[in-house]
């Protein structure tokens, strides 16, 4: 069964950059057919993809974020990590890591939208 | 960016009864070149991520039960819970993976009447 956990400090202060590492287990973070994903849910509201990857290290991102986010990959680890620059406020929110089945980037894919999940960690932009 | 919008905000349905959620989308996400809609339907329960219910448009993930349904085409699509449970109390969301960035309806909160 794959699981996907994330990690990394719920607190960040002002300014700084949030990194957070999405770890994959009981499946392969380089298979052909997925891209990795990250969104996030500010408290009490809706979802906000932030970005994919593929193990190559392709990335696509939300232009919204584009100018601060940073998204990779490490095959090594069966990792992948979100770092988000220059934070306010407005980027505490519950960020998950997620399968992306890959729907979207191959006319050919069996199947679309995000299906595995992690538990999602809350981060806190305060000081 | 496609927006997506979701209707009603909130619905209260009688246990045994049918619930149909609403979902509009600001340019057509059907895929002419393979005739897929690229529109997939969450459930998320509070303190629980999201749990994907139904991809192109009408597909059933494994595991979701058959009381769940999903139809629509181009712009306007349905989630349909044909006999709502308890279990079903929960917030509905569409999203779109046509374009990027990959864009999610607001939610559609279901409770119990």
């Known amino acids: 069964q794959l699981q996907l956990q994330e990690s990394g400090p719920g607190l960040v202060k002002p300014s700084e950059t949030l990194s957070l590492t999405c770890t994959v287990s009981g499946g392969s973070i380089s298979s052909s057919s997925y891209y990795w994903g990250w969104i996030r849910q500010p408290p009490g509201k809706g979802l906000e993809w932030i970005g994919s990857i593929y193990y190559s290290g392709s990335t696509y991102y939300n232009p919204s974020l584009k100018s601060r986010v940073t998204i990779s990959v490490d095959t090594s680890k069966n990792q992948f990590s979100l770092k988000l620059s220059s934070v306010t406020a407005a980027d505490t929110a519950v960020y998950y890591c997620?399968?992306?089945?890959?729907?979207?980037?191959?006319?050919?894919?069996?199947?679309?939208?995000?299906?595995?999940w992690g538990q999602g960690t809350l981060v806190t932009v305060s000081s | 960016d496609i927006v997506m919008t979701q209707s009603p905000d909130s619905l209260a349905v009688s246990l045994g009864e049918r619930a149909t959620i609403n979902c509009k989308s600001s340019?057509?996400?059907?895929?002419?070149?393979?005739?897929?809609?690229?529109l997939a339907w969450y459930q998320q329960k509070p303190g629980q991520p999201p749990k994907l219910l139904i991809y192109?448009?009408?597909t059933r993930e494994s595991g979701v039960p058959d009381r769940f349904s999903g139809s629509g085409s181009g712009t306007d699509f349905t989630l349909t819970i044909s006999s709502l449970q308890a279990e079903d109390v929960a917030v509905y969301y569409c999203?779109?993976?046509?374009?990027?960035?990959?864009?999610f309806g607001p939610g559609t909160k279901v409770d119990i009447k």
């Open positions: 340019q057509s996400v059907l895929y002419s070149s393979n005739n897929k809609n690229y």
């Open positions: 997620a399968r992306d089945l890959g729907g979207y980037y191959n006319s050919h894919s069996i199947a679309g939208g995000f299906d595995y």
């Open positions: 999203q779109q993976y046509y374009n990027t960035p990959f864009t």
């Open positions: 192109w448009a009408s």
